[in-house]
């Protein structure tokens, strides 16, 4: 099992925060202090310079973070995270299937960022878990199949960043 981190800022609907759910069900731990996050872990960022792929599993086994905040609240805590030394990952091409979002590509909420990082890591079976708690769990892993299945296949941030080309549009 990987274990999941959140950084959570208190900036959303409590009722519709995918992370507190996560919480309810012991499937990630939510922090809401930045030095509270694991060293040496993955910490999804859409700034990051690498995607994620399966060659990223050995920092993944220290844990994946994922910041619930607003992009203003991101500006400011990524200086803070720099001491935390993490590896920084960014998704590649996916829709989104939550409701507030459904079909906008790369705005994913936190639980569907952490299903498809566990899912290119290969941790298919966790990522499964994970999406289950969700009712649009099952329709987020159906729309994005052809393309998880394609990055969970790549061996390294290279080749997620070539075959991500053949699933966007134009």
Not at 25 to 53: H, N, Q, W
Not at 69 to 85: A, D, G, H, M, Y
């Amino acid at each position: 099992m990987v274990p999941l981190y959140v950084y959570h800022a208190r900036q959303d609907d409590p009722k519709k925060c995918s992370a507190r759910r996560m919480q309810k069900f012991g499937l990630a731990t939510v922090y809401e202090a930045v030095d509270k996050l694991p060293r040496g872990a993955v910490l999804m960022s859409p700034l990051a310079e690498k995607a994620i792929s399966r060659a990223d599993l050995p920092y993944a086994r220290r844990g994946i973070v994922v910041l619930d905040c607003t992009w203003e609240e991101v500006e400011r805590i990524f200086p803070k995270l720099n001491s935390r030394r993490m590896e920084e990952r960014a998704l590649p091409y996916l829709l989104a299937s939550n409701p507030v979002n459904y079909g906008k590509p790369f705005m994913l909420n936190s639980a569907e960022a952490f299903v498809a990082a566990l899912y290119i890591l290969g941790c298919e079976e966790q990522a499964r878990e994970v999406a289950d708690r969700f009712k649009w769990g099952e329709t987020f892993l159906a729309l994005n199949r052809e393309p998880l299945d394609a990055y969970a296949s790549a061996k390294d941030s290279a080749e997620v960043i070539a075959v991500q080309k053949d699933f966007m549009p134009g």
